[in-house]
């Protein structure tokens, strides 16, 4: 049934909320799903509230399509249009956005006009320059330089006829990318820059797509924003993949600190100082003061530093760590804010008393006289919080000239960068400094455990935000640590067909604690392997813990007729790309793979498994993160802000969940796929590991290997692989 424009049918659904009964206008299938169509009314639901919608959606509801359905009705809007930003942290999802969109035109009803979208991706990976290849560093100096000194031509030429092409087409990135580099002017070669082309259009089509650093990341967000033309309240979110939203934002603030980078910067401010005086020295004498009053802080902070530094490694070197050697807490200690702010005020205590020169303002307000030298200090007061500032700013306006392969970003910026998360975070209890022994001088390392500090204040400025995943579970997790109103709707999708295409098998007699650990467990844990083996006919990927660990289940062993492949630490992109011809080719000449990979590794999350290539996935028990002293910090965060036992919920159980489930997704990548599910661990059956699987899940528990093989042959000789149907 082809269903065009707004023609009326009675919904499969009984349980949609709003407009039952309308078919809406954007439409990427001809034939909707039940739970597509739950999802759009969901999701239009929230968004005609401005508010959120967090859902949980396994492959199969045919999530892209349903979000930018919806999404589309709202911001379509007459008298209230918006953009939609589409963002993902994968680049085989920006193609998927784009032919949804081109599905979506194929069946639009007469008079509405066509979507319009800009894919973009990061500024080096859409240059037609011969340097866009440059480490990134080197190669955003190298393009603000061109710039700057109007040296690029692709940049200065006129945008306008491939904005036009692009306003027609929806064109993949990679496709703008191309016809930006060829483009001609009466036969003569004219490139034009794309993501200045990507830029200057964002304001003009519905969807931009793009990845989350346009918004989540600080120092990204205004350029970008201000760039495309765009307030925060224009914009309608799409995040995808939400669940690594938390993680980027972590990331994003995971910064470090060690005596090298603090006398690196030294040298630096001191290059950009004598840059400064000669250059300004008698016409902006406020700025040059500013730069000598930072210099002279900064080179008393370096002997300090450097001792502090040495004083935490014999503290932690002292740390017999209870008996657990090989823990990382062992080797880490927590650094309070005051100690951060303390040694950072002596430097400045120190500067104000090395000469009698300087007197340094903000706004106006006196900060730090070293004439006076009896600057009034309090750890709490402003005034230190006005310097550590003023600090911060002049370290990341350093600039130097340096030489070309100097691809590092500067001592003094990163320097810069740190200090600034303190004074925006340390107030909180939400940001840790963790320093750790790493046997040069060591380092301190900034984590940011709450990312809702970041999040929080963009969702709830944008008119309306749909977070969607495969594996976001449990969903108030996700309202809760990114910051969503309290009224953001929570939704479990189920996937038609799920629990049959996809059995997941749960052994009962297979414990994957290292306390369980041994021969005997080995046996059993081998046993299950070789059921499924036996069982089936295709390619099978086994996920453990640790290399250790996947080495001691499946290398060694004689498995028959499967060839194992064991994943190394140093695989790369193009190693596991080609792993994928590796399994279409043997899978032509009959021949079977056994996979053996990591959690979080290559092969069990940056690896689009296609053409139901896997018939099998087995995971070998729940990979916990040693105790560190981050985790025992963000746990007790959470235990304080949510509520005892959130810690552990959230903190420690559901990140290692988070990994198991990203792993069973890896084969069903498409409504028709099929595969087995083996989840060797018996703690997957309760308590706080069981509330991270989804809600639907209907597991059925084995006791041995004989029962596993058993289940999986009726599985296997019952299931074939469907006709290919529409959406993921
Ligand atoms: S302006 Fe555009 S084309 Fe020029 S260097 Fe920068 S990204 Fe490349």
Same mark, same amino acid.
């Given at each position: 049934?082809?269903?065009?424009?707004?023609?009326?049918?009675?919904?499969?659904?009984?349980?949609?909320?709003?407009?039952?009964?309308?078919?809406?206008?954007?439409?990427?299938?001809?034939?909707?799903?039940?739970?597509?169509?739950?999802?759009?009314?969901?999701?239009?639901?929230? %968004?005609?509230?401005?508010?959120?919608? @967090?859902?949980?959606?396994?492959?199969?509801?045919?999530?892209?399509?349903?979000?930018?359905? &919806?999404?589309?009705?709202?911001?379509?809007?007459?008298?209230?249009?918006?953009?939609?930003?589409?963002?993902?942290?994968?680049?085989?999802?920006?193609?998927?956005?784009?032919?949804?969109?081109?599905?979506?035109?194929?069946?639009?009803?007469?008079?509405?006009?066509?979507?319009?979208?800009?894919?973009?991706?990061?500024?080096?990976?859409?240059?037609?320059?011969?340097?866009?290849?440059?480490?990134?560093?080197?190669?955003?100096?190298?393009?603000?330089?061109?710039?700057?000194?109007?040296?690029?031509?692709?940049?200065?030429?006129?945008?306008?006829?491939?904005?036009?092409?692009?306003?027609?087409?929806?064109?993949?990135?990679?496709?703008?990318?191309?016809?930006?580099? *060829?483009?001609?002017?009466?036969?003569?070669?004219?490139?034009?820059?794309?993501?200045?082309?990507?830029?200057?259009?964002?304001?003009?089509?519905?969807?931009?797509? +793009? #990845?989350?650093?346009?918004?989540?990341?600080?120092?990204?967000?205004?350029?970008?924003?201000?760039?495309?033309?765009?307030?925060?309240?224009?914009?309608? @979110?799409?995040?995808?993949?939400?669940?690594?939203?938390?993680?980027?934002?972590?990331?994003?603030?995971?910064?470090?600190?060690?005596? #090298?980078?603090?006398?690196?910067?030294?040298?630096?401010?001191?290059?950009?100082?004598?840059?400064?005086?000669?250059?300004?020295?008698?016409?902006?004498?406020?700025?040059?003061?500013?730069?000598?009053?930072?210099?002279?802080?900064?080179?008393?902070?370096?002997?300090?530093?450097?001792?502090?530094?040495?004083?935490?490694?014999?503290?932690?070197?002292?740390?017999?760590?209870?008996?657990?050697?090989?823990?990382?807490?062992?080797?880490?200690?927590?650094?309070?804010?005051?100690?951060?702010?303390?040694?950072?005020?002596?430097?400045?205590?120190?500067?104000?008393?090395?000469?009698?020169?300087?007197?340094?303002?903000?706004?106006?307000?006196?900060?730090?006289?070293? &004439?006076?030298?009896?600057?009034?200090?309090?750890?709490?007061?402003?005034?230190?919080?006005?310097?550590?500032?003023?600090?911060?700013?002049?370290?990341?306006?350093?600039?130097?000239?340096?030489? &070309?392969?100097?691809?590092?970003?500067?001592?003094?910026?990163?320097?810069?960068?740190?200090?600034?998360?303190?004074?925006?975070?340390?107030?909180?209890?939400?940001?840790?400094?963790?320093?750790?022994?790493?046997?040069?001088?060591?380092?301190?390392?900034?984590?940011?455990?709450?990312?809702?500090?970041?999040?929080?204040?963009?969702?709830?400025? @944008?008119?309306?935000?749909?977070?969607?995943?495969?594996?976001?579970?449990?969903?108030?997790?996700?309202?809760?640590?990114?910051? %969503?109103?309290?009224?953001?709707?929570?939704?479990?999708?189920?996937?038609?067909?799920?629990?049959?295409?996809?059995?997941?098998?749960?052994?009962?007699?297979?414990?994957?604690?290292?306390?369980?650990?041994?021969?005997?467990?080995?046996?059993?844990?081998?046993?299950?392997?070789?059921?499924?083996?036996?069982?089936?006919?295709?390619?099978?990927?086994?996920?453990?813990?640790?290399?250790?660990?996947?080495?001691?289940?499946?290398?060694?062993?004689?498995?028959?007729?499967?060839?194992?492949?064991?994943?190394?630490?140093?695989?790369?992109?193009?190693?596991?790309?080609?792993?994928?011809?590796?399994?279409?080719?043997?899978?032509?000449?009959?021949?079977?793979?056994?996979?053996?990979?990591?959690?979080?590794?290559?092969?069990?999350?940056?690896?689009?498994?296609?053409?139901?290539?896997? #018939?099998?996935?087995?995971?070998?028990?729940?990979?916990?993160?040693?105790?560190?002293?981050?985790?025992?910090?963000?746990?007790?965060?959470?235990?304080?802000?949510?509520?005892?036992?959130?810690?552990?919920?959230?903190?420690?159980?559901?990140?290692?969940?988070?990994?198991?489930?990203?792993?069973?997704?890896?084969?069903?990548?498409?409504?028709?796929?099929?595969?087995?599910?083996?989840?060797?661990?018996?703690?997957?059956?309760?308590?706080?590991?069981?509330? +991270?699987?989804?809600? *639907?899940?209907?597991?059925?528990?084995?006791? #041995?290997?004989?029962?596993?093989?058993?289940?999986?042959?009726?599985?296997?000789?019952?299931?074939?692989?469907?006709?290919?149907?529409?959406?993921?």
């Amino acid at each position: 049934m082809l269903l065009r424009g707004r023609s009326s049918v009675v919904f499969m659904s009984a349980s949609t909320r709003t407009d039952v009964g309308r078919i809406r206008t954007y439409q990427a299938h001809d034939n909707l799903r039940p739970v597509q169509v739950e999802m759009i009314s969901e999701s239009i639901a929230a %968004l005609e509230g401005r508010g959120a919608i @967090v859902a949980a959606a396994p492959t199969g509801v045919g999530k892209t399509a349903a979000a930018l359905s &919806a999404a589309l009705e709202i911001s379509r809007k007459p008298g209230n249009e918006r953009t939609i930003m589409f963002m993902t942290g994968r680049q085989s999802q920006h193609r998927i956005v784009v032919e949804t969109v081109r599905e979506i035109n194929l069946r639009l009803p007469k008079g509405e006009p066509p979507v319009t979208l800009v894919d973009m991706i990061g500024q080096s990976g859409m240059c037609v320059q011969p340097f866009a290849n440059e480490h990134p560093t080197l190669f955003t100096s190298l393009c603000s330089e061109a710039r700057a000194n109007a040296k690029c031509r692709p940049f200065l030429s006129s945008t306008k006829a491939i904005g036009n092409l692009a306003l027609t087409t929806p064109l993949h990135v990679h496709e703008l990318v191309k016809m930006s580099r *060829d483009f001609e002017e009466n036969g003569q070669s004219m490139p034009v820059c794309p993501w200045k082309v990507g830029r200057e259009l964002a304001k003009h089509v519905d969807i931009i797509v +793009c #990845d989350y650093n346009h918004l989540f990341m600080e120092s990204v967000r205004s350029a970008s924003l201000s760039g495309m033309q765009l307030e925060l309240e224009d914009l309608i @979110v799409i995040i995808d993949e939400a669940h690594n939203l938390p993680d980027r934002i972590r990331k994003g603030l995971e910064l470090k600190l060690t005596p #090298d980078m603090v006398r690196n910067a030294t040298f630096e401010v001191d290059e950009y100082l004598q840059t400064m005086e000669a250059a300004f020295g008698e016409t902006d004498k406020e700025a040059v003061e500013t730069i000598r009053w930072a210099h002279n802080v900064i080179t008393r902070l370096r002997p300090t530093m450097r001792a502090w530094f040495r004083k935490l490694g014999v503290e932690v070197a002292a740390n017999d760590g209870g008996g657990r050697r090989s823990s990382p807490e062992t080797k880490q200690r927590l650094v309070t804010i005051e100690e951060f702010h303390e040694l950072m005020n002596q430097a400045f205590d120190a500067g104000a008393n090395d000469n009698a020169q300087t007197t340094l303002s903000v706004d106006g307000e006196e900060i730090d006289s070293v &004439a006076t030298q009896d600057v009034s200090i309090s750890a709490d007061g402003p005034i230190p919080e006005l310097r550590l500032r003023r600090l911060a700013e002049v370290l990341q306006g350093v600039e130097i000239d340096r030489e &070309a392969d100097e691809i590092q970003d500067l001592a003094a910026n990163r320097l810069g960068s740190i200090i600034t998360a303190v004074d925006q975070y340390g107030r909180t209890s939400a940001l840790a400094l963790v320093f750790e022994d790493n046997s040069a001088n060591g380092a301190i390392t900034s984590h940011l455990l709450d990312p809702s500090l970041v999040s929080g204040p963009i969702f709830s400025r @944008v008119s309306g935000s749909i977070l969607m995943s495969g594996t976001l579970y449990p969903t108030e997790l996700y309202r809760e640590v990114l910051g %969503l109103a309290n009224d953001a709707a929570l939704r479990s999708f189920s996937s038609p067909f799920m629990n049959d295409r996809r059995p997941v098998v749960i052994s009962s007699d297979v414990n994957g604690t290292l306390r369980q650990k041994g021969e005997a467990m080995t046996a059993k844990i081998q046993s299950h392997i070789a059921a499924i083996v036996n069982s089936c006919s295709g390619h099978i990927a086994v996920f453990a813990p640790s290399y250790v660990r996947i080495a001691e289940y499946v290398a060694g062993q004689n498995w028959g007729d499967i060839k194992v492949v064991l994943e190394e630490r140093t695989w790369g992109k193009q190693r596991t790309d080609r792993l994928l011809d590796d399994l279409e080719d043997a899978r032509r000449r009959g021949k079977r793979l056994m996979l053996a990979g990591v959690f979080a590794g290559k092969l069990a999350e940056g690896i689009d498994y296609r053409n139901n290539i896997l #018939d099998a996935v087995i995971c070998i028990g729940i990979p916990m993160a040693p105790p560190s002293v981050e985790s025992k910090a963000l746990q007790k965060y959470f235990d304080d802000k949510f509520g005892f036992g959130k810690g552990m919920k959230w903190a420690m159980v559901q990140p290692p969940m988070n990994a198991v489930l990203q792993a069973m997704g890896r084969p069903i990548r498409s409504i028709d796929d099929r595969a087995f599910i083996l989840l060797l661990d018996e703690r997957h059956q309760r308590g706080n590991y069981k509330a +991270c699987l989804p809600d *639907d899940l209907s597991p059925i528990i084995t006791h #041995d290997g004989a029962t596993t093989q058993m289940i999986a042959q009726r599985f296997f000789t019952k299931t074939k692989p469907a006709e290919r149907a529409e959406g993921s």
